[in-house]
């Protein structure tokens, strides 16, 4: 191989395939990334078997090759090398890489690339399925619905979102068993069949950042094998495992009426939330919700956010908020909270509840694309 | 064989076979005497394990003459007239014959005057023969001496054990009455060797170190008298418990004593044991002289030849009364004594390292301290939990977390001392009420075994206290609905099973809703082999800190284990 690239560019490929190169592995390539000549440009990849990321820059080839080197000796190598052309030759006989750069030279011993695992590739077609999406839409969905995801493997699936293609619309959600998030987005076009995958919350996260703030659609499909989702954002591609099973039915545990729904602004009640989430701390993060209607119609009434921890104090909050219903008490976790008022743009949210035994529902007051279902915390009875 | 008469010899040998099974019983039987006698001071003296010489010698009351040579004679007591005295008794002998039985297995001297004789009488009676009274000079008080004993008994002497375990059986009965009976100056010989004297000033815990050392005094917490409301109405509990770290293999170090008469009794022992519950590893017992009063009438002490059992007309009264003055005595003293770990130094050169129990290889054993910090003792800051506030260091094999303290280094299981937090959580919630809960956005189905599916059924009201909402789903599941507050962030299905397999192999702890607190808190809790961050191991050290007993889990596992800083120093040669 030997082939001449600009350093600005291969720096920055290998920085994004890197996110994908495995940390702790027995299979020493996997810490790798792999460099191939591909169609007149420079091919990178890593993978941890969990995910991986393909991404392609122009590269000038005097003679195709490919090798696998250390991903991180590499990347140091190639971020202190000066913003100018860059040789990368590989000797046929040695399984070694030389990089060059004016006068500064590494010779960095590797891999052959025949030990790597084969990262498909959208390129190579006969994809079972494929839909476009808006890149930004999508980091918005998966931004407002991975947080709730499950962190232990107990339940699998939970430790996925949920993604449906039904039509033209894609829904992503997520839940831990207490709470549960779910976004609604629109495709590039119309689906031939509905189809239901289960992606890991970190590969989604992974896939967020890929798609940072690039603008063109982003095409998902499911490889020939139905077993893996690749998704195409500019000139990288990311590869996911998909988790086997069946996620729960979540239409059915969204609450439709509300005996009582409230109004606010997010940021106030999100700061509510925050100063009494510090006294929540030590009493297993309960805070308290009580839902004071105006005096008479038409009057804006309030929400009281209080927490008590015996040994540190307690604290209370007003919310000014139009309340539409009866006077109800609830408690909740203050992370959940937290976690869903984070996510939600400035503006108004709406709080719907049935009592204090029952889930609560957070939206944006001014959407139905986003809802966030949360169970309520059960004091104990004295 | 035709049926006739036994004669007195063997009517009197075989007395004796009941009440003098071994030396040490019939040094019991005349320490008994002494103290029924009133005495101040008791010296008792023995050789060879009491089969060559037991002597008893007090300054109590003292016999005259005619009085002596009743003494030796079967059922003659000064203790008892009538039958129903038994119900008033208050002295620990009653039936007349521990003399006598003793007399007829060995040769027995007494010699004896009472304050206001002028002079004193001896007596003299070799295997059953006495001799006729003779009038000697004598101190006030009684002297026995027993000689010989179970010579003329050559099957009962073949069943002796060595003279060094018949002579600790005797040290034990004296070191028990010494320490029941602080008011009394006990001195104990041992082949002319004195073994231990108290000073008879009535001091408990002075008393305690005279007879077992001074660091069992040090480590004696009183039995005080408990307030209204936890006393147990008619029966009063003294002496005193060892601490926590006090602790022996077997349950010999834990005495009781019921109107002043050392009785076995394991009801007592197991209730007591009870109150240092969470406190002592799993075949560790607690140590302990315990001294109970009650009204005479409520024990019947006439249900075994030596004594040694009792009859409560109330035993679980009395249990009562022990577990609560043990709980009051544990309960109201800092435990600041760690277990103290004394590590071997390696052998050979290689000693450049402090030895820590590697799992890798049993023998050779290695300890890294990052290297920024050298281990420079800070200030003490004691703290009221006895623990002291530590700094953390790091972690090992994913299980203890390292940290120093004022006086060296202390190793956390960071899951016992985790599962301690917990445990003292999940009380401090269902202290007045069930524990807060957090419902499930849907049941969570669990697949049970039979025996978990009927430790749940037997838990159902316990676990609902603790937060849990459990229902039947059929066919061997159950569906969870609630999962108490404490334990989100873990496998539910998985923990819930752990806790009630736990249970179905009986649990531990006090109540039923202890057990299953226990259980929860160790499922609960985070496990070995769990990596920590810096962060993380710190909160848990912080909040172990505030417990109430952070030296155990509530399984009775150590939490910590402490190198001091001498020992540190010791290990590298330093000193």
């Given at each position: ?100 750069s004016g006068r500064d030279k590494a010779g960095i011993n590797g891999i052959d690339a025949d030990d790597f695992p ?265 | ?168 059986y005797i040290g034990r009965s004296v070191a028990a009455y010494a320490a029941a009976n602080p008011g009394v100056a ?390």
């Amino acid at each position: 191989m030997k082939v001449s690239c600009l350093q600005d560019g291969l720096q920055r490929a290998l920085a994004q395939a890197s996110r994908a190169v495995a940390t702790k592995t027995a299979l020493p390539v996997l810490s790798n990334v792999l460099l191939a000549t591909d169609e007149g440009r420079l091919r990178i990849a890593a993978t941890n078997l969990e995910v991986g990321i393909t991404t392609w820059i122009g590269a000038s080839i005097e003679e195709e090759g490919r090798i696998t080197v250390d991903a991180r000796l590499l990347s140091e190598f190639v971020n202190t090398l000066p913003n100018a052309p860059v040789q990368l030759a590989v000797e046929s006989a040695r399984s070694s890489l030389t990089v060059q750069s004016g006068r500064d030279k590494a010779g960095i011993n590797g891999i052959d690339a025949d030990d790597f695992p084969v990262i498909p590739s959208l390129e190579a077609g006969g994809e079972a399925f494929t839909a476009d999406v808006d890149p930004q839409v999508l980091r918005e969905m998966i931004a407002q619905v991975e947080f709730a995801a499950a962190t232990d493997e107990s339940r699998p699936v939970l430790a996925g979102v949920l993604m449906r293609f039904e039509e033209q619309r894609l829904t992503l959600a997520a839940a831990d068993g207490f709470r549960l998030a779910v976004r609604e987005g629109e495709l590039g076009q119309a689906v031939g069949e509905r189809l239901d995958i289960i992606v890991p919350a970190r590969a989604l996260r992974e896939l967020a950042r890929i798609i940072g703030d690039q603008t063109a659609p982003v095409r998902l499909a499911i490889t020939p094998n139905r077993s893996q989702l690749l998704v195409r954002v500019g000139e990288t591609e990311f590869l996911s495992r998909l988790i086997d099973g069946t996620f729960p039915d979540f239409k059915q545990i969204v609450p439709r009426e509300f005996g009582t729904t409230l109004e606010m602004g997010r940021d106030a009640f999100l700061n509510a939330v925050r100063r009494a989430s510090y006294f929540a701390r030590d009493n297993n993060d309960v805070i308290r919700l009580t839902v004071h209607p105006g005096e008479e119609a038409f009057m804006p009434g309030s929400v009281e956010v209080s927490a008590t921890a015996a040994e540190r104090g307690n604290s209370q909050s007003f919310v000014d908020a139009s309340v539409d219903g009866s006077e109800t008490q609830i408690a909740f976790n203050a992370r959940y909270l937290a976690d869903v008022l984070g996510i939600l743009k400035h503006g108004q949210v709406m709080i719907g509840m049935n009592g204090g035994n029952q889930a609560g529902v957070v939206r944006a007051a001014n959407g139905d694309d986003y809802t966030h279902v949360i169970m309520p915390m059960v004091i104990g009875a004295q | 064989m035709p049926i006739q008469l036994l004669t007195g010899d063997t009517i009197g040998k075989i007395a004796a076979g009941e009440v003098v099974e071994r030396p040490a019983s019939a040094a019991k039987e005349l320490l008994e005497n002494a103290l029924d006698a009133g005495a101040r001071r008791i010296a008792v003296s023995v050789a060879s394990g009491g089969t060559e010489l037991i002597e008893v010698s007090d300054d109590g009351d003292g016999m005259d003459a005619a009085g002596l040579a009743l003494a030796i004679q079967r059922h003659a007591t000064s203790k008892l007239r009538r039958f129903e005295d038994l119900d008033t008794l208050t002295t620990l002998g009653f039936r007349g014959e521990a003399l006598p039985s003793i007399a007829a297995v060995s040769v027995l001297a007494v010699r004896t005057r009472r304050a206001q004789d002028a002079t004193g009488a001896a007596i003299a009676v070799r295997f059953g023969e006495a001799e006729q009274p003779r009038a000697v000079a004598a101190p006030p008080g009684t002297t026995v001496s027993v000689r010989d004993l179970f010579a003329n008994v050559p099957a009962r002497r073949k069943f002796l054990r060595q003279t060094g375990t018949e002579a600790a059986y005797i040290g034990r009965s004296v070191a028990a009455y010494a320490a029941a009976n602080p008011g009394v100056a006990f001195t104990f010989e041992q082949d002319g060797r004195r073994a231990f004297g108290t000073d008879g000033g009535g001091d408990q815990i002075a008393t305690a170190a005279g007879v077992f050392g001074a660091d069992v005094g040090a480590a004696a917490l009183p039995l005080a008298p408990l307030d209204e409301s936890a006393a147990v109405p008619g029966v009063t509990v003294e002496g005193w418990v060892g601490t926590p770290s006090l602790i022996r293999s077997h349950r010999q170090g834990l005495v009781f004593f019921v109107n002043g008469r050392w009785i076995q009794n394991r009801a007592l022992a197991f209730a007591l044991e009870e109150a240092y519950h969470s406190l002592l590893m799993v075949g560790r017992h607690p140590v302990g002289v315990v001294s109970i009063r009650l009204d005479p009438a409520a024990v019947d002490v006439n249900v075994h030849p030596t004594k040694a059992e009792v009859k409560f007309l109330d035993e679980r009264a009395v249990c009562r009364a022990v577990q609560r003055a043990a709980h009051a005595a544990l309960a109201g003293v800092p435990r600041a004594v760690l277990p103290e770990l004394r590590w071997e130094p390696l052998p050979g050169p290689e000693q450049q390292t402090l030895a820590i129990p590697d799992q890798r290889s049993p023998d050779r054993r290695e300890l890294v301290i990052p290297p920024e910090r050298s281990g420079t003792a800070l200030a003490a800051h004691p703290q009221a939990s006895g623990v002291p506030i530590m700094r953390v260091l790091g972690q090992v094999a994913g299980t203890f977390i390292i940290a120093e303290g004022p006086n060296g280094m202390y190793l956390i299981d960071q899951h016992a001392a985790h599962e301690r937090v917990m445990y003292e959580k999940f009380l401090g919630q269902i202290a007045s009420r069930s524990a807060d809960r957090q419902p499930l956005l849907d049941p969570l189905i669990v697949d049970l075994a039979p025996e978990e599916l009927a430790a749940w059924e037997r838990s159902t009201a316990e676990l609902v206290q603790l937060g849990f909402e459990i229902e039947a789903f059929g066919g061997g599941a159950v569906a969870v609905r609630a999962v108490p507050a404490l334990m989100r962030g873990v496998d539910v299905a998985e923990r819930l099973r752990l806790i009630l397999r736990e249970l179905a192999e009986g649990g531990a702890g006090e109540s039923w809703l202890d057990a299953v607190a226990i259980s929860a808190a160790c499922h609960a809790s985070i496990r070995a082999g769990q990596s920590l961050s810096l962060a993380e191991m710190r909160e848990l050290v912080a909040d172990l800190e505030r417990t109430d007993h952070p030296r155990a889990c509530g399984h009775g596992r150590p939490t910590m284990l402490h190198m001091t800083q001498g020992e540190l120093e010791r290990q590298f040669g330093r000193r």
